[in-house]
């Protein structure tokens, strides 16, 4: 049992794609669950779990079955006790998101340029800056939960 959470993580981090590490047991990632250009999955080791967050908004369950994982491989450490419910999720901190938020600010920055000079906005960019707006107000709920 010898830290098998550092264990399942790697497992983890070692199938996405551009991991970056964050800070002690923190990374962002691209997420598998969606045509992530620019990462948008947080994953955070909390004492005994691992946390996934996509801003995207792909739920944790895509996200697991798009690397082959499953539910339990997020507690590897948890004694199952079938009276216990699921534990309550901590969130993240609005420090662990600010590469994310930087991201997506970046990214509306550019469209909004873009559209000040021109006018307009390729269908790409527009769409790209509609999912940037979702993952703003996505951070935003996170952080004020
Ligand atoms: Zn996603």
Known sequence: MLNSLSYKTD????QLDRVKQTGQGKWLA???AHDDKSPSLAIKEVEDRILL????????AEILNAVGLHMDDLFPDRVADPYDPAPRMPKFSAYELFPLLVQ??????LAC??????????NADYLRAQ????CV???HAEVSR
């Open 30 to 32: 691209r997420c598998p």
């Open 137 to 139: 107000m996505r951070l």
């Open 104 to 109: 997506e600010a970046i990214i509306l920055a």
């Open 11 to 14: 497992q983890l981090l070692n």
């Open 131 to 134: 999912q940037a707006c979702q």
């Open 113 to 122: 340029n873009d559209f000040m000079a021109y006018g307009v906005l390729a």
């Open 53 to 60: 967050h996509c801003f995207a908004g792909c739920g944790v």
